[in-house]
């Protein structure tokens, strides 16, 4: 398999060269060394080793008479044959700088060396300046502007890091200033709000903005899905992977959007296997684990779980305070403390409804003129608070009816007791609180005296399938559930 935009140049008489990047270098290595040595040692005889390196064109000039008649080292023929999308060979007149082999004898002293020319003749006869060329004799520029999808607010320096995102976040820019050289694939996961999206596009949009070589796409899962089945109706599934598979920064929200969708898998799992071989980085975000993604193919799953897998929490109410008040100064009106301490305390399980609330007070003051007081947040914000009020379930709460409704110690909750009629509730509570929270697995698990994430999957399994064999289990986990939402 050739990475695209990996080899740049193709030798009529010899071999694969490429852009003058440590990348080329360490791909040829991994690929091709094997194939290489055989080659070069079929044509030139015996050898000690073979080195890549990296030359630049000033190097080259001094030592290669380039276009020369009778002591040029290139070989005959070299640069006559161009590849890549971006290439346009001796037509369009663009120059490349070299990318060479150096072939070494037992004493170490250089017997060949071979690559491409730092430049070639032009349409008109004339020699093409290294620094006509894109990729060579200058630095990558920055971009300024973003592509649509991207929302601008969605950077790092906008997002509050607190306990719950601290180790999504710390992940995230590692990907960000080292794209496919770290976690790759990274794999977010956590409830709706949390801020998935936000480090998402974060990285992408510090990785877009890096360099104006960098292709980065930013994506939902039903997008892509959409882009897939028009591809299909439309015969262009050609260019719907070339979009996707030379890419160096593919971002896919809500990748869970896959399962069950059997065509759309096999499509993505190529996809994911060609970005990945050449080490291009890919972020995926999800609200579970890649374990529990039911109905997904394994191949998939064991590849997600390749690179970093990072929950995201929801977060305590010192961080809810911090967005809220990051959030207040792209406004001119001024929010009182008790306000933020207010919204803070009752909206605690989602960001995105966290910072609604905040855009309706302010809007309705800046409207209004009427001062911002906590009577007045309760009664325009009565519809999201009894919503979050139904959301906000502790796993206290649970544990406490569950051990009442079965009559045993709620220390049994957390202890080592295996006896039936202490495991059963104590799975029953573990299997409401994995329903009625947005906890993860491991974290359930701590409540329930330290149990891991294994032990948690088991009984929600377990309880799952008496419900539906088991009459009587289906009547008391749906009585309880009713309670505790009470």
Not at 313 to 326: C, F, G, S
Not at 404 to 420: N, W
Not at 446 to 461: C, N, P, Y
């Amino acid at each position: 398999m050739v990475c695209a935009d990996s080899t740049r140049r193709v030798f009529r008489r010899h071999h694969y060269f490429g852009d003058p990047q440590q990348f080329f270098e360490d791909w040829l290595r991994d690929n091709y060394f094997g194939l290489l040595t055989d080659a070069v040692g079929h044509t030139f005889g015996k050898f000690k080793q073979i080195e890549f390196r990296v030359v630049g064109a000033t190097e080259v000039q001094e030592s290669d008479a380039v276009g020369g008649t009778g002591n040029s080292s290139w070989p005959e023929g070299a640069g006559s044959s161009e590849l890549g999308e971006r290439e346009g060979g001796e037509e369009s007149g663009e120059a490349r700088v070299p990318s060479t082999i150096e072939m070494r004898d037992k004493k170490g002293q250089e017997t060949k060396r071979f690559g491409s020319p730092v430049a070639h003749s032009s349409r008109n006869g004339g020699t093409a300046s290294s620094s006509a060329n894109g990729y060579a004799g200058r630095k990558p520029q920055a971009r300024e502007s973003l592509p649509s999808t991207f929302n601008p607010q969605y950077t790092f320096e906008n997002f509050v890091v607190g306990e719950n995102n601290a180790h999504a976040h710390a992940a995230a820019k590692a990907v960000a200033s080292s794209p496919g050289q770290s976690f790759n694939p990274l794999f977010l996961y956590g409830g709706v709000g949390l801020g998935k999206t936000h480090l998402l596009q974060a990285v992408g949009q510090e990785v877009y903005s890096a360099s104006e070589r960098n292709r980065v796409t930013y994506v939902s899962c039903e997008m892509f899905t959409n882009e897939y089945i028009g591809a299909l109706q439309n015969n262009e599934l050609p260019r719907f992977r070339k979009k996707y598979r030379q890419l160096d920064l593919l971002l896919i929200d809500d990748i869970q959007f896959l399962l069950g969708k059997e065509r759309i898998q096999e499509e993505f799992f190529h996809t994911f296997n060609s970005l990945h071989e050449c080490r291009k980085q890919i972020v995926l975000t999800s609200d579970r684990p890649p374990n529990e993604l039911k109905d997904l193919e394994q191949r998939l799953i064991s590849r997600f779980e390749w690179g970093l897998t990072v929950d995201v929490q929801p977060p305590d109410v010192e961080t809810r305070l911090a967005i809220l008040k990051n959030k207040a100064r792209s406004y001119e009106k001024e929010v009182p403390e008790e306000i933020f301490l207010f919204l803070a305390e009752r909206i605690k399980t989602n960001i995105r409804r966290l910072e609604g609330a905040l855009v309706r007070l302010v809007s309705l003051a800046s409207l209004t003129g009427k001062p911002l007081t906590v009577p007045v947040a309760e009664k325009v914000l009565s519809e999201i608070l009894q919503e979050e009020q139904r959301q906000v379930v502790s796993v206290k709460l649970i544990q406490k009816v569950v051990a009442e409704h079965f009559e045993i110690r709620l220390e049994d909750m957390k202890s080592r007791r295996r006896p039936e009629n202490i495991a059963f509730p104590r799975q029953v509570a573990m299997f409401l609180t994995r329903e009625m929270t947005e906890l993860s697995l491991s974290a359930i698990g701590e409540e329930f005296g330290g149990r891991d994430h294994g032990t948690v999957l088991h009984a929600h399994r377990l309880v799952k399938d008496r419900m539906e064999i088991d009459s009587k289990t289906r009547e008391t986990t749906n009585y309880l559930m009713k309670i505790i939402s009470r």
